[in-house]
Structures are given as C-alpha cells and as structure tokens.
C-alpha cells in the first residue's frame, strides 16, 4: 500500500513533534529511557497514526510501552497544541515497538555467535 504525499508529510509532522516531547518528557514518563520515534504510519483518512517506538536502556519495554499508551492523551494534548494550526484534526495514537531494530541487532548477534571457519585458498 502506497502513502498519499498527503500522509507522508503529515506522518513526518508528526514524527518530527513527536520527537521533541518525547525529548523533553515533561510529562516525565521515560526515566534514563531513551526512547526515540522510529516510524509514523497514517490512516488516509489521517484520523489514526500508528507511531513505532525504538527504545534503548530499556529494560523492561513492555511495561514502557503501556506506560506510554496510559499518558497517550496527554502526549495527543500535546501534540495538538504544536501541529493544531496545521491539521484539522490531531489523530489518535497509537504506539507499538518498533520491532525492525529489534530483529536486526537478534541477527547480529547470531551471526556474530556463528563459527564460521576461514575458506580455503584455492587456485
């Protein structure tokens, strides 16, 4: 499925203001967390935005995440004060865990834990 140049603009917008509460957590949920946007998907009637969370120093990302979604309306208030005058309507959000870098650094590590030995040198 294609995103519209409509979606794509306003799924940045979103990253990108996302991006700056969550970096300055006033709201103060995330703790030494790092937690940063990986990815904003809209729905093209842009009433829902999917947002991917990668989080590092993270212990426990589950239990993150759920505290994230229980402050999900304060972080919307939020949101709709910064992007208000450029939208109609602030979206709902819905937050998951990015699981792409998750599954990458897996994969790394399997590889690196793989015993691969030397090829040999043939003419």
């Given amino acids: ?12 917008l979103i990253q990108k203001d996302l991006s700056e509460i969550f970096q300055k957590d006033k709201i103060g949920i995330f703790g030494k967390a790092f937690v940063t946007i990986a ?3 809209v729905t093209p009637d842009l009433s829902i935005a999917k947002i991917y969370l990668s989080m590092m120093l993270v212990p426990n990302k589950e239990e993150l995440l759920e505290k994230i979604r229980s402050h999900k309306s304060e972080i919307r208030k939020i949101l ?8 109609r309507i602030v979206p709902d959000l819905l937050f998951f865990i990015d699981e792409v870098e998750e599954k990458a650094s897996k994969i790394d590590s399997l590889i ?12």
């Fill in 39 to 41: 990815d904003v998907l």
């Fill in 1 to 12: 499925m294609n995103e519209s140049t409509r979606q794509q603009k306003y799924s940045k």
């Fill in 112 to 123: 690196d834990s793989l015993d691969i030995p030397p090829a040999d040198e043939e003419e």
């Fill in 80 to 87: 709709g004060n910064k992007i208000g005058k450029q939208v």
